[in-house]
């Protein structure tokens, strides 16, 4: 039997890659400074755990498009954060953001527009879903985010239906977008009639708890992607949601036909868990506001490191991640054969145990030494119990070196493999 060529147009997932060669790195007894996978480095709220604990005897099938109970705590939910007004008949509740994206793809005609970088799995997605993929430039003095004027010559140029999948706070870059780009954005997607899907997945961990939804200027428009992985800690949990504006209940309804022949529903104990969460507490409004404490200092720290090391960048205002470019390096680089960010990222990995992604795999060009660096390689949850204890805190870089060593003493690896290029 013949494999799919759909399917041999594709690599495994970068990210994961990277995650599994790092382990099997430290199994052979390698220190690696685990800069690469962007998994959240805080725990699962005690409440929420309980929560699932709580609910581990529910064994019966839930609704395909998912608990009503958490159908409206998401709703309740959005209305809270985002201030969008939004009701649990519009809600879909999938195993993770990343399938629904995929499956919204597969229900609709559209071809899919994806701002350069973006994150490893959009294209993939689209390749899969048989569905044409063009990717938008963006530029570094942008902060790597989209302008209205780039979509609209884009627009221009790409005839047909069109999703534009716009992520904020950024995987890979850390930026996000000012309301001035939102509104500017929406105008040329309304104009144009694009479907956007708001890949909000990181809008609870901006830095400063400013994110806002491109949906309050583009509620027609807007689907808005979130989940439980980023702000609650539970990627592994494999809980995302998909808010549809009422205009698009149709595209709910098409997907709800998909997922009622593919995944059927999200596990039951984690749905009513779920709802826990999303419903929030002091308890969880406290740890979400101390993550964003912690990962805006270690953020800070890092771009203050790398930028000292001559390396290029946006300062990141969400998530956990920077993008630093290695352009400054180029020619010493090339004396190793690195002329590209794969060859790069193969170099730090193999002499020094920093691994890093490529930005070729976020849509960069193969030549260009951008990279993808994630600051989560700590114990966060000795890192918030020590917050816990001592509430004012001061979070210095004597603080980053009680409770976040692996970065502070990766920064100092860095630094001194490239010192002596």
Known sequence: ??????????????????????????????????????????PVPGEVINALQENAFRKDYLPVRGLVDLREAVADFNTRTLGIKTFGNQVLIGPGSKELIYDLLLATDASLL???????????????AGKAAHWLETTSKDNWCLTAKQLEENCEQIKGPKVLILNYPNNPTGTTYS????????????????????????????HQGKHQSIACYYPEGTIISAGLSKWCGAGGWRLGTFTFPKTQLHLLDAMAVIASETFTSVSTPIQWAAVTAFQGSPAITQYVLDSRRILGVIANYVHQRLTAMHLSMPVAQGGFYLFPDFEYYREAFAKHSVVSSSTLCELLLQQVGIALLPGVAFGRPTTELTTRLSFVDFDGARALEALAQTPDLVLDEVFLEEYCPLIVEGMEVLEAFLSRL
Do not use: C
């Open 1 to 42: 039997m013949n494999i799919d060529p759909k399917i041999k147009q594709i690599k495994p997932s970068a990210t994961l890659a990277i995650n599994e060669l790092s382990q099997q790195l430290v199994a052979k007894g390698k220190k690696v400074y685990r800069l690469g996978f962007g998994q959240s480095p805080f």
């Open 179 to 206: 309301k001035e780009n939102l509104a500017a954005l929406s105008v040329v997607a309304a104009k144009h009639q694009l479907l956007i899907v708001a890949d909000e997945i990181y809008g609870e961990v901006h």
């Open 114 to 128: 994806l701002p350069s970088p973006s994150w490893v799995s959009y294209e993939p997605q689209a390749i899969l």
